[in-house]
C-alpha cells in the first residue's frame, strides 16, 4: 500500500518490537465526506455499522493518500499474521497555552537542544507540535527525521555519561512544564468504563446484530416464541458479559489509581528540592530517594547511591533485588550497552518497591525519570492486558471460513426460494420474507454461543482442580500442545536448596570435602569469608532476606549480618554498610567482623557475582562467586586445581548444584569508587567448590512420564549448570537412560576466525585438563554412530551457544520458537496477569489436567460445530422441500425444534469431562480437516436422502391428498381406519394452514434426526468421559425421544393442531421408524468406522501421497533421509558454504501423527 504513493506514505512504528505496527497517511476530503454521510441516511444505517467493523474501508472512502507529513487521519496495520487495521486522528499541541508562565520564542534556548526528540517535533515558528495516541503511547512528528516517534522517555542513544551531564542537576521549572505539555501526565489512567459503552460496543458485535435481524425477521412472522426466547437469551449473555467486562475494569482502576497519586521529591536545577504529586513527573526529572519505602511511580535510572527493591509485581519472585548507580563513563556509547552487566541493574521500575536505599555519600539516593505513564514497565503490563494479542489458532479461523459456507449455501437457497415463489405467484412481501427465512435457517443465530459453552464447562472443571484461567480462549489451544518447556529450580525440583557441603581447594589440589550436616563451622579462612560475605543479602525488619541460595550458603557459617551503626568509619567507606560478624555458636576467629563495602550483583548474563570487603581493624578483599566454569576464567591458571574439570564432572553428573568461589586481596587505601570491575575480578585465587543438593519433586517423575507416553516432549529451559541439567533430566526421566545426548558449542568470531558450532556426544565420558577456560563439558570419545539407537538424540546448548546460532547458523534453526501458545504459573494467587493458567499447586501436575481439559474442549467445539451445522442443515433440507410446494414448518414446529431439542441439547452436550488417560496424540486442529468435513458432508447427505425419500414417498401413498389433510385417517376411508388409532376429525384447513403430509413427515423426520445426529457427534473417549457418564445429556435425550415417539403415535386432536401436524396411518408411522432407525444405523457406522478410523485415514494418506504442512514434519523428513545427521565429533564455521548442509534435527522419539495447526 505505501509504494504506491510514495515513502512518504507509508512507516513503521516501534520497528523490532512487539507492538510494531505500520503506518499509512491520509488526508479528509470533503466530498468524500458528504457522500459518506449520504450513504449513512440511504442505507438506513447499515454503512456505519460496516465502517465500524472496517475502520480501514472508513479511511479509504472518507480520505485519500497523502504523506505522512501533510496527514490529519493516520490509518495503522499490524504486522502480524491478522493484520488488523486501526484509524487514529492526528491532533495538534499548541505550546503558546504556556505563554502565562514560559514565554518561548522559536529560537529559545529551551527549545534549540536538537538531542531531543521533543525538540525536533517543534514545528516553528508556530510552536506547534503534531502527534497521535496509539494503544495510550503518544507519538510526535519528528520534523527533522520525517517520522512519528514515541515521547514519555528518555532518548535511548545517551551515553551514560551525557545522562549525569544534562539530568544529573535536575531540570528547570520551564523545561519541565515544556515536557509535561508534549509528553503528557506520568499517568496509568485505566477508565471505569461506563455502561453505556460497553453495552453499545457488546450489542454491535456481528454476532449480536445478525441476532437482531433475526428476531426482527421473526416478529413479522408471528414467530414471537422463539424470537423472545433469543432476545430472553442474549439480553442475559449481554448483561453477564458487560458485567464482567464492568468489574474487569473496576478492578484495574483499583489497581493502578494509588500510582497516579504518590508523593515524590525532585531536584530543580539551580532550585533545590520540592515535593509534587508523581503525575507531574517528565523524563529527566530528578528524583531524591530517601530511606523510607515507596512504590516507584516511574520508570528511573539510578545514577547515584544504590537501592533494594522488590519486583515480585513484575518477575513473581519476592527476593529483594539490589540496583546500583549508573557509573559515570566517558565514552559515547547508549547507556544500555556501556559495559557487561545487564543495563536492568541500573533501573527502578515503576510499580516496584523500593525496600531500603543506601547513599553513596552524605546526599540522597538520586535518579533520572527514564520512563513515565504508559511507557513505563507497569503501564506496558496494564497495556497487554487493555490490548490483549489475538489468538492465532485455525479452529477460529476455520470457524469463520465454515461461516461463509453457510452464507453461500443460504444463498442458494435464497435464490432457489425466490424463483419458486414468484413462479407461484405469491406476493412479494412473502418471497422477501420467505427468502430471508432461509439466511436465519441456514445460518444459526446460537452457533457461536453454543460453540463457547465447551470452554466454559472446560474452565470450571480447571477451576475445581485449582487451575485458574483469565484467558478462557486458549484453553481450546491446549488441546494441541505438544512441547512443553519447564524451568529447573522449584518447578521440576524443589524450592529449597539444601548445602551438601564445600571443597576447598589449595595449589595442591581439592581438599577433602567439609559437610555441614555435623553441624561443625568452617574454619576461618578466605573460603569462610566469601561465605560469609560474598551475597546480596539484605537485614530487613530483624529478618535475613535475599536469594535462597545466597541464605542457605550465610547460614551454614554460622555468622551473623547487621547493619553498620553511625560510629562505623572506615576510609573511603560508606556509612551504610551491611557488617557480618561471626555469632557465639561459631570457635574462636580472630575476625571482628567483615565490612561489605560495595557489591557487583549477580547477573545471569555474567553468571557471576563480585563483593568487595573489608576485614574490621584488617584487610580489604575482594570476593567472587557463580558458575564454575565462569569463575576459573578471572582467576590465576596456578591456583586452579589439574582435576578441575573432572572433579566439577563429578558432582554434577550426580545432579548437584555447584558453585565456584574465588577472591583475591586489594590494597586498604583508596576510595573504592576508584577501583573498576575489570581490576577487581582479575587475577583472583580460586577457593573451591560450594555443593548444593536441589532433590525433584515426588509429582515430577510421573507427569513427565505420563507426557513422554503421550508423545508430548517435555524441554527443560534453566540456568543452571548444562551438566546437571542433563542430570536432572536424566533422572526425571525427560531423557530415557538408552538416549544420547549431543551438546552443541557455539563460538562467537574471535579475530579472523569465523564463529564455529562443534557437536560432541556427552556420553563416555573422559577426564579432560584444565584448558579451555569456556566450557568444562566432558564429552564422548567414541564418535561412531550406536546402530542400536536408532538415530534418536537430545540437544543440549548453553543460552549463549544458541544466540551464536540464532546469529552465525540460522539454517540450524529454520523455525525457532518465538513465543509460546500458552503458560502456566505456579502461584497462591488466583491469576496472574503473567500467564493465561495460573494453578495453586505449587508442582507440575496441573500440566496434564491443563492438557486434558484443552483436548475435551477442543473435542467439544468439533462436536457443537457439527452438530449446529448438522441440525441447520437438516431444517434447511426440510424447508426447503416444503417451500417446493409452497408450504414450510408452523411456527411451533420450528420452536419445537430450536428451543425443546437443539437449545437443551446445546446446553448438555458439552457437559462430558476429560477422558483422565492422555492418549500418543493429539485431537485435530482444523475444522475442514478431511475426517470432519467428510463426517458433516456424509451426514447432511443421509438427512437429504431420507427427507426427499419421505417427501416422495408420502405422495405416493394411496391415502394421500394434496387437499383433504384429514383423509388418511378419516372413517370412510375402511382399509385406512383399522391401521390407525383414534381417527382425526375431518374438516377444512385454512389457506394460511401448514398443514399437511408433507409438512408432517418432514417435520418429524428432521425433529428426531436432531436427536440422532446429536447421540453420533456426542464423542467419549479418547479425549472426552464416554457419553453415558454425561447422565444429564442422555437423560435429556432419553426424554426429547420419548417426547417425539409420543407425539409421532399419538392421535390427540387438540394437540396435532396447535402443532399443525395431521394424522396418518400407523403404518406410515412405523416406515418413519424405520427411515430413522437407518439412518442412526449408518450414521453409527459412519461414524466408528470411517470417520474415528485413524489407521484407515494414515492409510489414504500415505496412499494420496499426502504431504504435511508442518515445519516440523518438513524437517523431520528431511533429516531422516540424511545419512550424516547429527555431525558428530565435527566442527562447522559460519564462513563455510551451506554450513551444517542446512538442516535441522528433531526427535523423532515425540512423533505426533496430527498436523500442527
Not at 263 to 269: E, M
Not at 497 to 515: C, M, T
Not at 973 to 979: D, H, L, P, Q
Request: some cysteine; charged content about 20%.
Amino acid at each position: 500500500m505505501g509504494d504506491e504513493y510514495g515513502k512518504g506514505h507509508h512507516a513503521v512504528l516501534n520497528k523490532g518490537e512487539e507492538n510494531e505496527v505500520e503506518i499509512f497517511g491520509y488526508q479528509t476530503e470533503g466530498c468524500r465526506r458528504t457522500l459518506c454521510i449520504v450513504g449513512y441516511v440511504f442505507s438506513c444505517g447499515i454503512l456505519p455499522l460496516v465502517f465500524y467493523w472496517r475502520p480501514a474501508w472508513s479511511v479509504w472512502a472518507h480520505c485519500v493518500p497523502c504523506t505522512l507529513r501533510e496527514a490529519d487521519v493516520v490509518l495503522l496495520r499490524t504486522t502480524d499474521e491478522f493484520q488488523i487495521y486501526s484509524r487514529k486522528k492526528v491532533t495538534w499541541i499548541n505550546l503558546s497555552t504556556l505563554k502565562g508562565s514560559v514565554s518561548l520564542t522559536p529560537d529559545h534556548p529551551l527549545i534549540a537542544d536538537e538531542d531531543y526528540v521533543i525538540n525536533r517535533a517543534i514545528l516553528r515558528p508556530e510552536l506547534k507540535v503534531r502527534c497521535i495516541q496509539v494503544q495510550k503511547i503518544r507519538y510526535v512528528w519528528n520534523n527533522s527525521e520525517e517520522q512519528f516517534q514515541k515521547v514519555g522517555c528518555l532518548e535511548d542513544g545517551f551515553s551514560a555519561a551525557k545522562i549525569h551531564l544534562k539530568f544529573g542537576s535536575g531540570l528547570s521549572r520551564e523545561e519541565q512544564e515544556i515536557r509535561r505539555l508534549i509528553c503528557g501526565p506520568n499517568a496509568i489512567d485505566v477508565e471505569i468504563t461506563p455502561i453505556w459503552k460497553l453495552l453499545i460496543k457488546e450489542v454491535l458485535n456481528p454476532f449480536y446484530v445478525f441476532q437482531l435481524f433475526s428476531v426482527c425477521l421473526w416478529f413479522s412472522e408471528d414467530y414471537k416464541e422463539y424470537a423472545v426466547a433469543i432476545i430472553i437469551m442474549s439480553i442475559i449473555s449481554i448483561t453477564l458479559t458487560v458485567y464482567d467486562l464492568r468489574e474487569q475494569s473496576i478492578k484495574l482502576h483499583r489497581l493502578v489509581e494509588s500510582h497516579n497519586s504518590v508523593l515524590v521529591t525532585v531536584c530543580r536545577k539551580k532550585a533545590g528540592t520540592q515535593e509534587l504529586e508523581s503525575r507531574h513527573l517528565v523524563p529527566g526529572d530528578l528524583l531524591s530517594l530517601n530511606g523510607n519505602k515507596m512504590q516507584l511511580p516511574c520508570d528511573a535510572i539510578l545514577i547515584d547511591g544504590g537501592c533494594v527493591v522488590n519486583e515480585s509485581m513484575l518477575t513473581g519472585e519476592s527476593i529483594p533485588v539490589i540496583k546500583t548507580a549508573l557509573p559515570r563513563v566517558g565514552d559515547t556509547v547508549p547507556w544500555k550497552l556501556h559495559g557487561e552487566e545487564d543495563y536492568k541493574r541500573h533501573v527502578l521500575f515503576c510499580g516496584t518497591e523500593v525496600i531500603q536505599t543506601k547513599s553513596a555519600g552524605p546526599g540522597a539516593v538520586r535518579a533520572v525519570v527514564l520512563q513515565t505513564g504508559f511507557n513505563t514497565a507497569k503501564g506496558d503490563l496494564v497495556r497487554s492486558i487493555l490490548y490483549p494479542k489475538p489468538m492465532n489458532f485455525q479452529l477460529y479461523r476455520d470457524a469463520v471460513r465454515f461461516l461463509l459456507c453457510l452464507i453461500g449455501t443460504a444463498t442458494i437457497g435464497m435464490v432457489y426460494t425466490i424463483c419458486v415463489y414468484v413462479l407461484s405467484g405469491e406476493p412479494a412481501e412473502d418471497v422477501v420474507k420467505k427468502a430471508l427465512d432461509v439466511i436465519t435457517i441456514a445460518v444459526p443465530p446460537a452457533l457461536p454461543a453454543a460453540l463457547t459453552t465447551g470452554i466454559i464447562y472446560a474452565q470450571r472443571r480447571l477451576k475445581k482442580n485449582g487451575i485458574f484461567c483469565i484467558s478462557p480462549q486458549r484453553i481450546n489451544i491446549c488441546g494441541q500442545l505438544n512441547l512443553i518447556c519447564f524451568d529447573k529450580t522449584g518447578t521440576l525440583t524443589k524450592d529449597g536448596l539444601d548445602l551438601w557441603g564445600v571443597v576447598p581447594s589449595d595449589r595442591n589440589g581439592f581438599q577433602e570435602i567439609h559437610s555441614f550436616a555435623s553441624g561443625s563451622s568452617l574454619p576461618w579462612g578466605p573460603l569462610c569469608g566469601a561465605m560469609a560475605s560474598c551475597h546480596s543479602l539484605i537485614v530487613l525488619d530483624g529478618t535475613i532476606q535475599g536469594d535462597p541460595l545466597d541464605i542457605k550458603m550465610f547460614e551454614a557459617t554460622n555468622w551473623e549480618m547487621e547493619n553498620s551503626g553511625k560510629d562505623f568509619h572506615i576510609q573511603g567507606v560508606p556509612t551504610q554498610a551491611m557488617i557480618v560478624k561471626p555469632s557465639q555458636k561459631t570457635r574462636q576467629i580472630p575476625v571482628g567482623g567483615i565490612a561489605i563495602l560495595h557489591q557487583y550483583p549477580f547477573s545471569s548474563a555474567l553468571q557471576r557475582m563480585s563483593v568487595i570487603v573489608q576485614e574490621v581493624d584488617g584487610d580489604r578483599m575482594a570476593f567472587m562467586k557463580g558458575a564454575p566454569e565462569r569463575v576459573v576464567s578471572f582467576c590465576q591458571p596456578d591456583t586452579v586445581p589439574s582435576n578441575f574439570a573432572s572433579e566439577l564432572q563429578n558432582y554434577t553428573t550426580q545432579g548437584f548444584r555447584v558453585i565456584g568461589l574465588a577472591y583475591k586481596r586489594l590494597e586498604s587505601n583508596g576510595h573504592i569508587s576508584a577501583l573498576t570491575r575489570e581490576k577487581v575480578e582479575s587475577d583472583l585465587t580460586f577457593l573451591g567448590l560450594l555443593i548444593l543438593e536441589n532433590r525433584l519433586k515426588e509429582e515430577t517423575k510421573p507427569v513427565l512420564e505420563e507426557l513422554i507416553s503421550a508423545h508430548i516432549r517435555p524441554v527443560m529451559v534453566t540456568g543452571d549448570n548444562l551438566q546437571t541439567a542433563v542430570t536432572v533430566a536424566r533422572k526425571s526421566g525427560m531423557i530415557a537412560e538408552s538416549l544420547r545426548v549431543i551438546l552443541l558449542e557455539a563460538k562467537e568470531a574471535e579475530g579472523p576466525s569465523p564463529a564455529s558450532v562443534t557437536w560432541r556426544l556427552l556420553e563416555d565420558r573422559k577426564h579432560a585438563g584444565y584448558g579451555d577456560r569456556d566450557s568444562y563439558i566432558n564429552i564422548g570419545e567414541d564418535a561412531s554412530r550406536p546402530e542400536d539407537e536408532g538415530g534418536s538424540y537430545h540437544f543440549a546448548m548453553t543460552g549463549k551457544s544458541y544466540q551464536v546460532l540464532s546469529q552465525h547458523f540460522n539454517s540450524l534453526l529454520p523455525k525457532a520458537l518465538k513465543m509460546a501458545h500458552a503458560g502456566i504459573s505456579l502461584s497462591e494467587q488466583e491469576a496472574s496477569v503473567a500467564s493465561p493458567f495460573t494453578s495453586k499447586a505449587p508442582n507440575i501436575e496441573c500440566v496434564p489436567h491443563l492438557i486434558k481439559e484443552g483436548r475435551a474442549a477442543l473435542v467439544t467445539s468439533f462436536c457443537m460445530f457439527k452438530y449446529m451445522a448438522l441440525y441447520s442443515m437438516i431444517q434447511y433440507i426440510g424447508v426447503l422441500l416444503l417451500y417446493w410446494k409452497t408450504n414450510s414448518l408452523s411456527n411451533y414446529q420450528f420452536l419445537f425444534q430450536d428451543l425443546a431439542i437443539t437449545t437443551i441439547i446445546g446446553i448438555t452436550m458439552s457437559l462430558n469431562g476429560a477422558y483422565p488417560k492422555l492418549v500418543p496424540y493429539r485431537p485435530p486442529g482444523r475444522l475442514v480437516s478431511p475426517p470432519l468435513l467428510f463426517s458433516v458432508l456424509l451426514n447432511v447427505l443421509f438427512s437429504l436422502v431420507m427427507h426427499m425419500l419421505g417427501f416422495i414417498l408420502v405422495r405416493k401413498q394411496p391415502w394421500y391428498s394434496a387437499t383433504d389433510v384429514f383423509s388418511a385417517c378419516s372413517p370412510a376411508k375402511g382399509n385406512v381406519s383399522r391401521t390407525t388409532a383414534l381417527p382425526m376429525l375431518p374438516g377444512k384447513v385454512g389457506p394460511d394452514s401448514f398443514m399437511s403430509y408433507e409438512n408432517t413427515t418432514i417435520w418429524f423426520l428432521g425433529t428426531i434426526n436432531c436427536i440422532i445426529v446429536a447421540l453420533v457427534f456426542s464423542k467419549g473417549k479418547p479425549f472426552r468421559q464416554p457419553i453415558y457418564t454425561n447422565y444429564i445429556f442422555v437423560l435429556v435425550l432419553g426424554i426429547q425421544m420419548g417426547a417425539c415417539i409420543f407425539l409421532l403415535f399419538a392421535n390427540i386432536p387438540d394437540l396435532y393442531q396447535r402443532m399443525d401436524l395431521v394424522c396418518t396411518p400407523t403404518l406410515w408411522r412405523v416406515y418413519l421408524i424405520v427411515m430413522l432407525a437407518v439412518n442412526l444405523i449408518l450414521s453409527l457406522v459412519v461414524e466408528e468406522a470411517i470417520i474415528e478410523n485413524r489407521a484407515l485415514w494414515l492409510i489414504i494418506k500415505r496412499s494420496f501421497g499426502y504431504q504435511s504442512k508442518s515445519q516440523y514434519r518438513k524437517w523431520k523428513s528431511m533429516v531422516a533421509n540424511e545419512p550424516a545427521w547429527p555431525p558428530l565429533n565435527q566442527t562447522f564455521y559460519s564462513d563455510q558454504p551451506n554450513n551444517a548442509r542446512g538442516v535441522s534435527y528433531s526427535n523423532p522419539v515425540f512423533e505426533s501423527h496430527e498436523e500442527s495447526p
